[in-house]
C-alpha cells in the first residue's frame, strides 16, 4: 500500500504543469460545487470495498461523489447503518506527517468550541491510505447545506469561529509546523498579466477582452500584495469561506482543513472579509463578531487585504490557465471555465479596498 506522499502511477502532479504549481496550496479550492449528473459520478464497488477494508468501516453499500473543487473530489460512503465522507486529491497527494499536523491542530480547534467533522483514521493509525491508485481520507458524514459565499450569517459564524482559532496561539517554529516561512501562494502574486490577457486572445475565448481590460488593475492589485508586510503569524485555517461551512439543522460545521498551517491574523480575517467590501454594516457585524470571540487582528488599511488579493489573483491565473491548456481533462478544463468570468467581474479596485478598510477600523 502506497503511504501518504508517494506518487501514485497516471495522476499529473503538481510539478508537472505552472497551473498546479500555482494551485499546491489549494488542496480542494472550491468543493462546494455540487455534482449534477449522478449517474455518472457512482463509485466503483471494488474502491468502495477496500476504503471500507482499510478503514475498518463495514459492508459498503453505496459511493456517490457528491462535490468537487479545483483540487479534489468529496465522496459520500454509505456502509451498513452508517456514511462517511471520502476525499480525493486530483493533482498532489498530501504527506502524512501534514496530515497528522492537521489532525493535532482541528482537535485543539474543537476543544476550543470549533465544530469540525472528525477525521477517521484507519486500521493502521493511518488518516491517509491509498488504493493502489488514488490517495483518500475518510471523515464523519455531516448532513448540511453549503450557503451562499455573501450569507453574511454564516460569515459572521465564521469570524467567531477564527476569533477562537486565533486565540490558542499556535506559532510557527514550536513544533507545530514543518516550515516557518510564509507560503507564496498566500502572499505572492508572480503573474505577467499582459502575456495571459495576449495568449487568451490569441486562443479566441470569449472572456479575453474582459481580461485584457483588466490588465492594468490586476498589476496594481499584484503590486499591493507584494509589498505588503508578512507580519507576525500563527497557525491559522487557511481557507475560512462559506462554501467550506456544513449548514445543518442544529449548528454549522467547519470543513476543509486541508490548508491548515501559519499564517498572519489580519490576513486571514481580511480575507474572510472579501465578499463583503461594499457593505460596512456587514464588515462592522463581521469584525465585531471575530473580536468578541477572542480575535485581535485589525485591519489598517488596503494591505489588509493582501492575502484574500492573493487567492483570488492566483486562483484566476490557475483557472484560467486551466482553460486554457489543451491537454488538460475536459472535466477539469469545464470546471476551470466555469470560475474564470465571475472572478473577473468581482475583482476589487484599491479604491474600493481604502474605503472598506477605514469601515473596518
Not at 140 to 147: A, H
Not at 209 to 219: T, W
Amino acid at each position: 500500500m502506497l503511504q501518504g506522499g508517494d506518487r501514485l502511477k497516471g495522476r499529473r502532479t503538481a510539478e508537472d504543469s505552472p497551473r498546479m504549481q500555482q494551485e499546491s496550496h489549494k488542496c480542494w479550492g472550491d468543493c462546494s460545487a455540487s455534482v449534477q449528473d449522478s449517474a455518472a459520478m457512482t463509485g466503483d464497488p471494488d474502491t468502495a470495498a477496500i476504503l471500507t477494508g482499510l478503514f475498518g468501516l463495514g459492508r459498503a453499500v453505496d459511493m456517490q461523489q457528491v462535490a468537487r473543487g479545483a483540487m479534489g473530489a468529496v465522496w459520500k460512503l454509505s456502509v451498513e447503518g452508517a456514511s462517511y465522507a471520502l476525499k480525493e486529491p486530483y493533482w498532489q497527494e498530501p504527506y502524512e506527517q501534514d496530515v497528522l499536523r492537521e489532525v493535532g491542530f482541528r482537535a485543539s480547534c474543537a476543544r476550543r468550541g470549533v465544530p469540525s467533522p472528525e477525521p477517521i483514521a484507519s486500521t493502521t493509525g493511518k488518516y491517509l491510505v491509498s488504493d493502489g491508485t488514488r490517495s483518500w481520507r475518510v471523515y464523519d458524514w455531516i448532513d448540511g447545506l453549503v450557503p451562499d459565499r455573501k450569507d453574511v450569517a454564516v460569515t459572521t459564524w465564521l469570524a467567531a469561529q477564527m476569533g477562537a482559532i486565533h486565540s490558542l496561539g499556535w506559532a510557527p517554529g514550536d513544533g507545530n509546523s514543518g516550515s516557518s516561512g510564509p507560503e507564496a501562494f498566500y502572499h505572492r502574486v508572480d503573474v505577467d498579466w499582459v502575456e495571459l490577457a495576449a495568449t487568451a486572445e490569441k486562443a479566441g475565448v470569449d472572456w479575453a477582452p474582459a481580461l485584457g481590460a483588466l490588465v492594468p488593475q490586476l498589476e496594481e492589485l499584484s503590486e499591493l500584495v507584494n509589498g505588503a508586510p508578512v507580519g507576525a503569524m500563527v497557525w491559522c485555517h487557511r481557507d475560512l469561506k462559506n462554501t467550506n461551512v456544513l449548514v445543518g439543522l442544529e449548528a454549522n460545521w467547519l470543513v476543509d482543513w486541508d490548508n491548515v498551517g501559519p499564517m498572519t491574523p489580519w490576513r486571514e480575517l481580511g480575507h474572510l472579509l472579501m465578499h463583503h467590501l461594499d457593505s460596512e454594516t456587514n464588515l462592522r457585524q463581521i469584525t465585531s463578531a471575530y473580536r468578541g470571540a477572542g480575535g485581535t487582528a485589525s485591519i489598517e488599511g488596503p494591505e489588509g487585504f493582501a492575502t484574500g488579493l492573493a487567492v483570488w489573483l492566483n486562483f484566476l491565473h490557475g483557472q484560467a490557465t486551466s482553460v486554457l491548456d489543451s491537454e488538460l481533462e475536459d472535466e477539469h478544463r469545464a470546471y476551470a471555465l466555469e470560475k474564470v468570468v465571475p472572478l473577473l467581474r468581482s475583482m476589487p479596485d484599491l479604491r474600493a479596498l481604502e474605503q472598506a478598510s477605514l469601515q473596518c477600523r
